[in-house]
């Protein structure tokens, strides 16, 4: 685990991360939300107990990356975290589908990947580590236009990633090898938002980038 003693992760993203949680800050037993941040600060406290780390949430539902840009500085760089994950995109995405007729809501590839950038170049110098966390869609059929379209944005997610050298944790993967099994609307009803499976298998992508030994 790379996380050392003492440390502060922030978790930012939009209402796949806020589950719920308290503002302006969510942090501590009943104040992270319903979803995965909740489940990474119990593996946490599981598994490093003597670590002491604290886990921050500051997803707000709705939001885009444009729009997460717009608060990184009071959500993300006053709080001085030692490590931040950032999991956005569906909303830049679904607002193509959802707002057709108001494209001015929607956020383009090359501006995702703009946002992106800019939160690195902001953060990186500040921080230990950043852990980049593409969008998931649960749709098992991969011509469906939303899902192909998250496709090229979790595409993208990767390539920045890659590109600054920061942690990629893609969720995805996980969530397919779950259709396998069960349809992907058992997981979500609106293929945006999962539950507490898909919340789960999120924590264990983004624990596993950060290097959990799962010892128990």
Known sequence: MII???ETLVITGDSVTDCGRQYPVGEGNGNLGDGYAR???ALLDMNYPQKRIRVL???????TSRDLR??????VMDLAPDWVTIMIGINDIWRKFDQCLHPEKSVSLEEYESNLCWMLETTLPSVKGICLMPPCFMEQNHQDPMRAMADQYRAKAKEVAERYGVLY???QAGMDAYFRHYPAMYMSWDRVHPNQVGHMI???ALVD??????NV
């Open 169 to 171: 944790a893609d969720a």
């Open 4 to 6: 050392g003693e003492s």
């Open 70 to 75: 717009g608060r990184w500085q009071q959500d």
């Open 39 to 41: 489940n990474v600060q």
């Open 57 to 63: 949430n500051t997803g707000i539902s709705g939001n």
């Open 209 to 214: 980038a950060l290097g959990f030994q799962w």
């Open 202 to 204: 999120i924590a264990k």
